[in-house]
């Protein structure tokens, strides 16, 4: 059955050509006032038009009544690592008392804390426990989200992290897109010489990407490029190893200090370059001369209380698609809060809204290599679809921290209601 979404303020459709946004474009949202939209039964958009003409065109369709409120494209989320066992709260303090997060995680808490954790757990645990924040990322206007494993770093538990995202998918109304991130860490282990960092390297290229190419656990693979983690050759390896493997990929750039590892995602022809607070000018050139998107996660910056922010407006005005996500992960940006990140895109990055809805749904779908499915309200596109109680689309990030969204759907199905 036809459905029709009539009686919104206004549709933010980011309607627009099906790729990744930049420059000016990135400023476009294409707001409209007084539209409808009609959803056919697979799920996908059919037109937005005029309320009274899409009434006379499709007079048996069921009604779906926005009540004056904002629509927008779902929010797509393309960087998280929501698959985590306990919050690590304790670390909070840790670093407002002075420690810096790569020292936390040299004296084994960090990521390591998360992998000791994430290892004692059993996969049914595990799915509960993402199961309810995901409800919670989902109740705030997020659609689709893309999920990293990593606080596994064996064989057998980042595999289990893996299968644990497919179950997910399965089981639940959003659609979710696998990364594998063996590579986020290099595990205590194996960090005695040289040898045993190598041998580790070597479980990841040569036992990990196979096993998770064989058994399509992923659609990408993503390297902590960081000066302190992984270097920019290994990265190289690492991700070389994947794409021959079949995947594409990813990069945490050049998150808190510069390692060029931006200008490594743009050689490597990556997807998607995040984080990218101390990305250098040579490396905003190389991202501009690449198809890579910048994905901006300002809330890991908020969170570290670290006082820099990544160059949006240098990387805009060079020409790079620019992305937002939330990071969301238990050490560096426990928020499932998508609006807010929107804020944090305005206040903090200086992105206009549209550049910022767009960042969220276009170029965030981008970063995922599904800029041709969803991301905008326009035909063809898969109704994934988020409904906010403002009237004005500026308002979503203007209430900072509230929650207005209402009611989502995925290929016009509802998601999370109320
Ligand atoms: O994106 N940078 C590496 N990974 C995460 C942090 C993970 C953690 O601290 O558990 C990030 O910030
Ligand atoms: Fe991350």
């Not at 040299?106 to 757990?121: A, C, N, P, Q, W």
């Not at 060029?260 to 501009?288: F, K, N, P, R, W």
């Amino acid at each position: 059955m036809t459905q029709l979404f009539l009686n919104a303020s206004q549709v933010v459709t980011c309607a627009g050509p099906a790729r990744a946004r930049r420059g000016v474009e990135q400023g476009d949202a294409a707001v409209r006032e007084r539209v409808g939209i009609a959803i056919e039964d697979d799920g996908r958009i059919l037109t937005v038009a005029p309320e009274a003409e899409l009434r006379t065109a499709y007079p048996a369709a069921t009604i779906v009544d926005c009540g004056h409120g904002v629509i927008t494209p779902g929010f797509v989320d393309s960087h998280t690592h929501a698959i985590f066992g306990r919050a690590r709260y304790e670390e909070q303090e840790m670093r407002a008392a002075g420690l810096g997060y790569l020292e936390i995680a040299k004296r084994g808490g960090g990521i390591h804390s998360s992998v000791r954790d994430l290892r004692s757990r059993t996969a049914a645990d595990l799915i509960a426990l993402a199961t309810e924040r995901l409800r919670r990322i989902a109740a705030h206007g997020t659609t689709t989200v893309e999920i990293k494993s990593g606080y596994g770093l064996s064989l057998e538990s980042e595999l289990t992290t893996l299968r644990v995202i497919r179950q997910l998918a399965a089981d639940l109304p959003l659609r979710l897109v696998p990364t594998f991130l063996g590579a986020h860490e290099v595990p205590l282990d194996h960090r005695e010489t040289a040898r045993d960092r190598e041998a580790y390297i070597g479980l990841v290229t040569e036992e990990m990407i196979p096993a998770v190419a064989a058994e399509g656990l992923a659609r990408f693979c993503d390297v902590f490029c960081e000066p302190g983690v992984y270097t920019v050759d290994e990265a190289r390896r690492i991700l070389g190893a994947a794409r021959a493997a079949g995947l594409q990929l990813k990069l945490h750039a050049d998150e808190l200090e510069n390692g060029a590892a931006a200008e490594l995602a743009a050689e490597l022809g990556a997807t998607s370059a995040d984080h990218l607070a101390a990305i250098s000018e040579q490396g905003i050139q190389a991202l501009a001369a690449a198809q890579t998107v910048a994905t901006l996660l300002p809330g890991t910056m908020l969170f570290l209380g670290r006082p820099k922010q990544a160059p949006a407006r240098a990387l805009i005005s060079a020409g790079v698609p620019v992305a937002l996500a939330s990071d969301f992960n238990p050490g560096t940006s426990p928020t499932v809060n998508f609006p807010l990140v929107l804020t944090l895109g305005v206040s903090q990055l200086r992105l206009s809204v549209a550049e910022a809805f767009v960042a969220a749904t276009v170029n965030g779908a981008a970063a995922l290599g599904l800029a041709h499915e969803i991301g905008q309200i326009a035909p063809g596109f898969q109704a994934d679809l988020a409904l906010f109680d403002v009237r004005d689309h500026r308002e979503i990030p203007y209430w900072y921290g509230d929650r207005c969204c209402q009611r989502t759907w995925v290929g016009g199905r509802p998601a999370h209601l109320g």
